[in-house]
């Protein structure tokens, strides 16, 4: 695997862009939230940037137990050439802890090759259901599925883990 680039970015409008380009609109933080966000030192983003164009993004939460992903994002000219997965095991690498992210349920043709993806890089689909909270008024919560890397989550594990999230992704509780 060649080592990418990967810079982080501040540049908010930047990288709503390109996850709007990306992302349904119910998945998506608004622009002020992800502005927010960018000022936690929690939260962190990964780009490849190239022609001064944001080309993929990794953006997530790294916590002292484990990293919460939020989006793996590949401009629609890259897709299928590795750029997501090199992306997505650098950082892995780099940052040595278990990580846990959501992706929705197999219910089409994309959900189930998204869900392959991650299994073939190692990751662990949690059969437990899980809700990711609203994120705003104007959308309701989601029904995804968590997963986990480099091993399944116990009960214990999912447990604490989505009250985790819940309290310092999405600060809600459950």
Not at 54 to 79: M, N, P, S, T
Not at 130 to 157: C, N
Request: charged letters at 25%; a negative charge; aromatic letters at 12%.
């Amino acid at each position: 695997m060649a080592l990418l680039e990967l810079q982080p970015s501040r540049d908010v409008q930047a990288i709503s862009q390109f996850l709007h380009k990306c992302f349904p609109e119910n998945e998506l933080r608004s622009q002020k939230d992800l502005e927010r966000l960018l000022n936690q030192p929690t939260f962190h983003t990964w780009c490849y940037i190239e022609n001064d164009q944001i080309q993929a993004v990794l953006c997530g939460f790294v916590f002292e137990e484990y990293v919460f992903f939020e989006f793996l994002a590949v401009d629609e000219a890259l897709r299928g050439q590795g750029m997501g997965r090199n992306i997505l095991m650098q950082v892995i690498e780099e940052l040595a802890k278990p990580v846990i992210l959501e992706v929705e349920p197999m219910h089409d043709t994309n959900s189930q090759r998204r869900i392959r993806f991650y299994e073939r890089l190692g990751f662990h689909l949690c059969d437990t259901p899980y809700r990711m909270p609203k994120l705003d008024e104007t959308h309701g919560d989601l029904e995804l599925k968590l997963m986990s890397y480099p091993d399944p989550l116990t009960p214990e594990q999912f447990q604490q883990r989505v009250q985790h999230i819940y309290r310092y992704v999405y600060e809600k509780t459950i």
